[in-house]
Nanobody, 124 residues
Framework: QVQLVESGGGLVQAGGSLRLSCAAS????????MGWFRQAPGKERESVAA????????YYPDSVKGRFTISRDNAKNTVYLQMNSLKPEDTAVYYC?????????????????WGQGTQVTVSS
């Protein structure tokens, strides 16, 4: 089991940037694919980025492609989400999650450990 703690959320104006961090504890971090999800009020949770255990493969949905970048530092047990050119529709609670697998996965059901979430609010 991996324990995850997100940080870096906050309030930013449209067009601004934020970098989220997710610190992991536990032996399996470097063997787990990781993902970032978000959930806005009244909406379903959605994947916004995923990365394989080595960092060699990444995934982004069209809604954030070119604006968000996921990365990981296995030596620091940390995964990051760099968010640029933020839009009001990016406002949500962002969650970090550790997958049950090493290879890149996207579905929420493939992730076994979740952080508590960090709020990102983008003002217009």
């Amino acid at each position: 089991q991996v324990q995850l703690v997100e940080s870096g959320g906050g309030l930013v104006q449209a067009g601004g940037s934020l970098r989220l961090s997710c610190a992991a504890s536990g032996r399996t971090f470097s063997n787990s694919a990781m993902g970032w999800f978000r959930q806005a009020p009244g909406k379903e949770r959605e994947s916004v980025a995923a990365i394989s255990w080595s960092g060699g493969n990444t995934y982004y949905p069209d809604s954030v492609k070119g604006r968000f970048t996921i990365s990981r530092d296995n030596a620091k047990n940390t995964v990051y989400l760099q968010m640029n050119s933020l839009k009001p529709e990016d406002t949500a609670v962002y969650y970090c999650a550790a997958a049950r697998y090493r290879s890149l996965v996207i579905a929420g059901s493939d992730f076994g450990s979740w952080g508590q979430g960090t709020q990102v609010t983008v003002s217009s």
